[in-house]
């Protein structure tokens, strides 16, 4: 069985193409960049910290990759860097053996997610993991899937994948599919 992370890959990678623009919403140690930058066009890969910027940089081009625009900017600023996009990935809660004060946000993340939709091409994806078992991750988790379970069916296909028999709050994927 494939784990959550493994499902999400595969989700996205179904459906871009040499062509695609795509979007790492949340940056982190840089893995997702990594394994859409060899499939797709461009990359725009947002974070907060300098420290997953420079992280990423580094994995970045000792792979030879070249594509992938590494933001310092809140995801929820993405308007400011395009206006199209293929597909998506959001890894929620915090950037691993780092300042785990430094989360995202339920505001700040259905901002992006709101304008990620808007731009997002018809069959377009969006992959979002959530992790909330920690300290402000049960609200966003609360937030997010409230949002996505009102988006309209006529436009968005929403899926979960998740472990139902885990204990200690395991991650689960959000696989949005937009229609129209």
């Known amino acids: ?3 959550p992370i493994q499902m999400s890959h595969d989700f996205l990678a179904e459906i ?3 062509e695609s623009v795509f979007v790492d919403a949340t940056l982190g140690n840089g893995n997702d960049s990594l394994f859409f930058a060899p499939l797709v066009k461009k990359v725009f890969a947002f974070d907060v910290q300098e420290a997953a910027i420079e992280a990423s940089r580094a994995k970045l081009e000792a792979a030879g990759l070249d ?3 590494l933001i310092l900017d809140g995801h929820e600023h993405l308007d400011n860097y395009l206006d199209s996009l293929d597909a998506a990935i959001f890894n929620l ?3 691993p053996s780092a300042d785990k004060s430094i989360i995202t946000q339920a505001t700040t ?3 992006a997610l709101s304008k990620i939709l808007v731009r997002l091409k ?3 994806r969006v992959a979002i ?3 909330y078992g920690h300290k402000g991750g049960q609200e966003e988790k609360d937030s997010l899937l409230d949002f996505v379970s009102q988006l309209n069916q006529k436009d968005y296909t929403v899926m979960i994948y998740q472990a139902l028999n885990q204990i200690n709050q395991p991650p689960f994927l959000l696989m949005i599919e937009k229609l129209s």
Do not use: F, P
């Open 129 to 131: 993991m959530v992790y």
């Open 109 to 111: 993340t259905l901002e």
């Open 16 to 18: 871009v193409t040499k």
């Open 93 to 95: 809660g915090y950037l």
């Open 1 to 3: 069985m494939k784990k």
């Open 67 to 69: 594509n992938v625009d």
């Open 122 to 124: 018809s069959g377009g």
